[in-house]
T-cell receptor, first 114, second 113 residues
Framework: KAGVTQTPRYLIKTRGQQVTLSCSPI?????VSWYQQTPGQGLQFLFEYFSETQRNKGNFPGRFSGRQFSNSRSEMNVSTLELGDSALYLC?????????????FGDGTRLSIL | AQSVTQLDSQVPVFEEAPVELRCNYSSSVSVYLFWYVQYPNQGLQLLLKYLSGSTLVESINGFEAEFNKSQTSFHLRKPSVHISNTAEYFC???????????FGAGTQVVVTP
């Protein structure tokens, strides 16, 4: 069974640009969560999607947004990039997003802002 | 507020020696607990989970963790480590919230010969 796939693996952008990251969950998983990982702040929850609806959101500015498609694939968008947005962005999937289900992570997209 | 504390940021250990990584959480409600491992340039891999039942949970690769409700701890142990266990280990709590894990700061394990 294929795991969680994130594309691209690496991205370099400049301040002010926008970026879109993609995540394909494990087949049959309908919940997709996004996390930001930085050396200073660690792993922080961005948002979660299920059946094309955002059900949960972390404490990030509106520049961070996402969506989910009918096949459960998800995208995350960051607009007006700032230097502090440099991070590893991780996507995770689970069957339904219930608290008793482990999340399975992709290898992440490393975003560097120049 | 709930939080997860990993007491050691880095743990050096010799090959074939035992290791214990400490994790404490604060929560007034029932939680589900997980340990994940992250190798360089990779995502997080699930090591083991506590959902209910026996307080001692084991993984297929020799790790074990014990859930202690009175001490609100979920420490991870391995009796004998290998060079390949060099990685960062994260303790996580699943709270009463869709699709959200709260992570500790991580413990870097460095295994040397």
């Amino acid at each position: 069974k294929a795991g969680v796939t994130q594309t691209p693996r690496y991205l370099i952008k400049t301040r002010g640009q926008q970026v879109t990251l993609s995540c394909s969950p494990i087949s049959g998983h309908r919940s997709v969560s996004w996390y930001q990982q930085t050396p200073g702040q660690g792993l922080q929850f961005l948002f979660e999607y299920f059946s094309e609806t955002q059900r949960n959101k972390g404490n990030f500015p509106g520049r961070f947004s996402g969506r989910q498609f009918s096949n459960s694939r998800s995208e995350m968008n960051v607009s007006t990039l700032e230097l502090g947005d440099s991070a590893l962005y991780l996507c995770a999937s689970s069957l339904t997003g219930s608290t008793n289900q482990p999340q399975h992570f992709g290898d992440g997209t490393r975003l560097s802002i120049l | 507020a709930q939080s997860v504390t990993q007491l050691d940021s880095q743990v050096p250990v010799f090959e074939e020696a035992p290791v214990e990584l400490r994790c404490n959480y604060s929560s007034s409600v029932s939680v589900y607990l997980f340990w994940y491992v992250q190798y360089p340039n990779q995502g997080l891999q699930l090591l083991l989970k506590y959902l209910s039942g026996s307080t001692l949970v084991e993984s297929i690769n020799g790790f074990e963790a014990e859930f202690n409700k009175s001490q609100t701890s979920f420490h991870l142990r391995k009796p004998s480590v290998h060079i390949s266990n060099t990685a960062e280990y994260f303790c996580a709590v699943s709270l009463d919230s869709w699709g959200k894990l709260q992570f500790g700061a991580g413990t870097q394990v460095v295994v040397t010969p």
